[in-house]
C-alpha cells in the first residue's frame, strides 16, 4: 500500500513557477514507476509527465515540455513537479499516481495509487 501527499499548488500569475511535491508512505518507493496528471474543470484526466523508478527516464506532453521537470528522490520518498513559464491553461487540480512497475505509462488506468491532488490556478 502507497499513500500519497500533493502539496506546492496555489494562485500564481501568468509566466511564474510552482513547484509541486508529493510525499510517498511505504519502503518500497523505489520500485514504483511516478506520474504526474492534471485535470481542468470539465475535462479528461491528462498526463503532464512521468519518470520511471530511478529517475533516469521521463516523458513530458508536449503542451509543458521545456516548461515542465519532473524529479523524483527516492531516499526521501518524493516525486517533483517543477513548473515553470506557467500559462492559464494550466490551470487544473494536479495529481501525482504511483504505478506498481519500474517504468511509467502515460494511461491513468495503469496507475495503482493516487494522491488527493492539489488546485493549480494561473491567472492571465
Known amino acids: 500500500q502507497v499513500q500519497l501527499v500533493e502539496s506546492g499548488g496555489g494562485l500564481v500569475q501568468a509566466g511564474g513557477s510552482l513547484r509541486l511535491s508529493c510525499a510517498a508512505s511505504?519502503?518500497?518507493?523505489?520500485?514504483?514507476?511516478m506520474g504526474w496528471f492534471r485535470q481542468p474543470p470539465g475535462k479528461e484526466r491528462e498526463n503532464v509527465a512521468a519518470?520511471?523508478?530511478?529517475?533516469?527516464?521521463?516523458y513530458y506532453a508536449d503542451s509543458v515540455k521545456g516548461r515542465f521537470t519532473i524529479a523524483r528522490d527516492n531516499a526521501k520518498n518524493t516525486v517533483y513537479l517543477q513548473m515553470n513559464s506557467l500559462k492559464p491553461e494550466d490551470t487544473a487540480v494536479y495529481y501525482c499516481?504511483?504505478?506498481?512497475?519500474?517504468?511509467?505509462?502515460?494511461?491513468?488506468?495503469?496507475?495503482?495509487?493516487w494522491g488527493q491532488g492539489t488546485q493549480v490556478t494561473v491567472s492571465s
Open positions: 519518470i520511471n523508478w530511478s529517475g533516469k527516464s521521463t
Open positions: 511505504g519502503r518500497t518507493f523505489g520500485n514504483y514507476a
Open positions: 499516481a504511483a504505478r506498481g512497475r519500474s517504468y511509467y505509462s502515460t494511461q491513468p488506468s495503469d496507475y495503482d495509487y
